[in-house]
């Protein structure tokens, strides 16, 4: 149980496109899901924290304007990556907690998302 | 939440006890030590996670020291798939916020 999907698994898109990112809790429901960027030999870094129903937080430094956050369901968040350009390219990893769990750990992530801005 | 520190990497034999330490001397009573690990291009998998005694589950064991300032994730019989980049992440156990991500000890598991 807890998987988590994330589609696509890779894409390329031309700069100045848009690339719309699904995270999807498979068989448990959501409340909470997180969305992380990885560059290449680095560790995962917090873009935002996805509630359902309510506007997504976003860390220091990340345009929400740019990476426009959606948790319209339990079971689905989407990242859009608006006007991409070449230096967002990078991994995108969701991870997702169970509602009702209370411990910070009980969290699933995502097989991650290739980016690549052309 | 809590600094921790890692070796940058370690090698491994395959069959052999991979034991990966991560120090955390400045952790508070209601904090956890939580480990994931990530196999090259995966999101992080889950591997245990501990307050004060030790633990122990079917992938690891997990020994914290008493003064909880330190602790040594054990894989005891590590195999070519454990080769991943190895987190441990002290922080409280409550569902406020989000995990952080060091940099981690990437581990290889040699044959």
């Known amino acids: 149980g807890a998987v988590v999907s994330q589609h696509p698994s890779w894409v390329i898109c031309k700069s100045g496109t848009s690339v719309k990112i699904e995270c999807r809790s498979l068989?448990?429901?959501?409340?909470?899901m997180f969305w992380y960027r990885q560059f290449p030999k680095q560790s995962l870094m917090l873009m935002a924290t996805?509630?359902?129903?309510?506007?997504?937080?976003?860390e220091q430094g990340v345009e929400k304007d740019k990476f426009l956050i959606n948790h319209a369901s339990l079971t689905l968040s989407t990242l859009t990556v608006t006007s991409a350009h070449p230096e967002d390219s990078s991994f995108y990893i969701c991870?997702?907690?169970?509602?009702?769990?209370?411990?910070?750990?009980?969290?699933?992530f995502g097989p991650g998302t290739r980016l690549t801005v052309t | 939440d809590a600094k921790t520190t890692q070796p940058t990497s370690m090698d491994c034999a395959e069959g052999r006890a991979a034991n990966l330490p991560c120090n955390h001397s400045?952790?508070?009573?209601?904090?956890?030590v939580y480990w994931y690990r990530q196999i090259h291009s995966q999101g992080p998998q889950y591997i245990i996670h501990?307050?004060?005694n030790n633990e122990t589950n079917e992938m690891a064991s997990l020994i914290i020291t008493e003064d909880r300032k330190s602790s040594t994730l054990i894989l005891p019989h590590a195999t070519l798939r454990d080769t991943a980049v190895y987190y441990c992440?002290?922080?409280?156990?409550?569902?406020?916020?989000?995990?952080?991500f060091g940099k981690g000890t990437k581990l290889s598991v040699k044959p």
């Open positions: 991870s997702a907690r169970p509602s009702g769990r209370i411990l910070r750990y009980e969290q699933y």
């Open positions: 068989d448990f429901q959501a409340t909470t």
């Open positions: 996805s509630n359902e129903g309510s506007k997504a937080t976003y």
């Open positions: 400045t952790i508070s009573g209601n904090e956890y």
């Open positions: 501990g307050l004060k």
């Open positions: 992440i002290a922080t409280q156990g409550g569902s406020q916020g989000n995990l952080i």
